[in-house]
């Protein structure tokens, strides 16, 4: 088992790409924070683990709220004793044209994915400073490396999760911390179907196109990053041995983006 009996908090973990990664954690040995705004929908994944006979709990977090994050990390800690690893992927989607972005919606954008990630890993830092080690994994998109229209706020905030990540490369080694970026390119989760209609709308085209000449077309064969590609990666992530690949962010898109 990879991760046997490692503390894991995964945000957002409740569907989508979170409760992928959440389960291949489990799988693999680890204990399973299911953190999610929705406590319901957490809990209803932790029970779908459990009935696995593996060890999951739910925890409810709202990102974007300090005290939140830190009464959610205090429960984890409470009943498991640490957290060896932390997956921040919360993360929702609002599409507009620049000029007609509203700044409300700006800054619930960087809310969630700037604020989301500052606030766990402080929260979880002292805990892995603590321990002697541990990782820090933030969900950063294609769009941590390229721009697309439409969507302001989002390449903003996943280009900043880049950041983020090296500042805590180079201050948690010290203390055996990692820290790295997944970077999907389009998962077929409700957050994109949600944007399969928005961006039809807003760039005049169909659906079919949105999906073929806009979210697949530069991929080498028109397939969909699936969330278990994800969640292969961010086990390689939590797993690694030394610090040989910590600051650095993996692309997984089908070749829509190469470096």
């Given at each position: 088992?990879?991760?046997?009996?490692?503390i894991c908090i995964?945000?957002g973990?409740?569907?989508g790409?979170?409760?992928?990664?959440?389960?291949?954690?489990?799988?693999?040995?680890?204990?399973?924070a299911?953190a999610?705004?929705?406590?319901?929908?957490?809990?209803?994944?932790?029970?779908?683990?459990?009935r696995e006979?593996?060890?999951?709990?739910a925890?409810?977090?709202?990102?974007?709220?300090?005290?939140?994050?830190?009464?959610g990390?205090a429960?984890?800690?409470?009943?498991?004793?640490?957290v060896?690893?932390?997956v921040?992927?919360?993360?929702?989607?609002?599409?507009?044209?620049?000029?007609e972005?509203?700044?409300?919606?700006?800054?619930?954008?960087?809310?969630?994915?700037?604020?989301?990630?500052?606030?766990?890993?402080?929260?979880?830092l002292?805990?892995?400073?603590?321990?002697?080690?541990g990782?820090?994994?933030y969900?950063?998109s294609?769009?941590?490396?390229?721009?697309?229209?439409?969507?302001?706020?989002?390449?903003?905030?996943?280009?900043?999760?880049?950041?983020?990540?090296?500042?805590?490369a180079?201050?948690?080694?010290?203390?055996?911390?990692?820290?790295?970026v997944?970077?999907?390119?389009?998962?077929?989760?409700p957050?994109v179907?949600?944007?399969?209609?928005?961006q039809?709308?807003?760039?005049?085209?169909?659906?079919?196109?949105?999906?073929?000449?806009?979210?697949?077309?530069?991929?080498?064969?028109?397939?969909?990053?699936t969330?278990?590609d994800?969640?292969?990666v961010?086990?390689?992530?939590?797993t690694?041995?030394?610090n040989?690949?910590?600051?650095?962010?993996?692309?997984?898109?089908?070749?829509?983006?190469?470096?």
């Amino acid at each position: 088992m990879k991760l046997d009996n490692k503390i894991c908090i995964v945000t957002g973990a409740a569907s989508g790409i979170g409760r992928e990664i959440a389960a291949r954690y489990a799988r693999e040995g680890g204990r399973v924070a299911i953190a999610d705004l929705n406590l319901a929908a957490a809990q209803a994944t932790a029970d779908d683990l459990r009935r696995e006979g593996l060890q999951a709990m739910a925890v409810a977090m709202d990102v974007t709220d300090e005290a939140a994050v830190e009464r959610g990390v205090a429960d984890v800690v409470a009943a498991w004793g640490g957290v060896d690893v932390l997956v921040s992927n919360a993360g929702v989607q609002i599409v507009h044209p620049l000029e007609e972005f509203p700044y409300a919606e700006w800054k619930k954008m960087l809310a969630i994915h700037l604020d989301g990630a500052f606030l766990t890993t402080k929260a979880c830092l002292p805990h892995m400073y603590r321990a002697g080690g541990g990782s820090v994994i933030y969900m950063g998109s294609v769009h941590s490396k390229l721009a697309s229209v439409l969507k302001a706020p989002y390449v903003t905030a996943k280009h900043g999760l880049i950041g983020l990540a090296k500042v805590i490369a180079k201050e948690g080694a010290a203390h055996g911390v990692r820290a790295n970026v997944i970077c999907p390119g389009f998962v077929r989760t409700p957050l994109v179907d949600k944007q399969i209609p928005e961006q039809a709308e807003k760039l005049g085209i169909s659906e079919d196109d949105v999906i073929k000449k806009v979210m697949l077309k530069d991929t080498v064969d028109g397939e969909f990053t699936t969330t278990a590609d994800v969640a292969e990666v961010a086990l390689l992530f939590a797993t690694f041995p030394s610090n040989a690949l910590t600051g650095q962010s993996l692309v997984v898109s089908h070749g829509w983006y190469m470096q």
